[in-house]
C-alpha cells in the first residue's frame, strides 16, 4: 500500500505561482509513474501531467502547457507540480496519483494509488 499526501495548495491571485509537493510512503517510489490530476467544483477530474519513473518522459494537458511543470526526487520520494501564470480556471483539487508501471501516463485509471487531495484557489 502507497501513502500518498499533497501539501502546497492555498489561495493565489491570477498569474502568481503555486508549487505542489507529494510525498510518497514507499521504498519503492523510484518505480513509480507520478501524475497529477485535478477536479474542479461540479466536473469530472481531468489529467494535468504524469512524469515517468526516472523523469525522462513527461505528459502536460494542452491547458496547462508552458504554465506547469512537474518533476520528481526520487531520493526524497517526492513529486512536484509547479504552477505559474495561474488562471481562475485552474481552481481546483489536486490530487497526486501513483502508476505502479512506472510510465506516467494520462487515463486516471491507469493509477493504483491516490493522494487525498489539496485545493487550489486563483482568484481574479
Known amino acids: 500500500q502507497v501513502q500518498l499526501v499533497e501539501s502546497g495548495g492555498g489561495l493565489v491571485q491570477a498569474g502568481g505561482s503555486l508549487r505542489l509537493s507529494c510525498a510518497a510512503s514507499?521504498?519503492?517510489?523510484?518505480?513509480?509513474?507520478m501524475g497529477w490530476f485535478r477536479q474542479a467544483p461540479g466536473k469530472e477530474r481531468k489529467f494535468v501531467t504524469a512524469?515517468?519513473?526516472?523523469?525522462?518522459?513527461?505528459n502536460y494537458a494542452d491547458s496547462v502547457k508552458g504554465r506547469f511543470t512537474i518533476s520528481r526526487d526520487n531520493a526524497k520520494n517526492t513529486v512536484y507540480l509547479q504552477m505559474n501564470s495561474l488562471k481562475s480556471e485552474d481552481t481546483a483539487v489536486y490530487y497526486c496519483?501513483?502508476?505502479?508501471w512506472g510510465l506516467g501516463t494520462r487515463g486516471a485509471y491507469e493509477y493504483d494509488y491516490w493522494g487525498q487531495g489539496t485545493q487550489v484557489t486563483v482568484s481574479s
Open positions: 514507499t521504498r519503492t517510489f523510484r518505480t513509480y509513474g
Open positions: 496519483a501513483a502508476d505502479s
Open positions: 512524469i515517468s519513473w526516472n523523469g525522462d518522459n513527461t
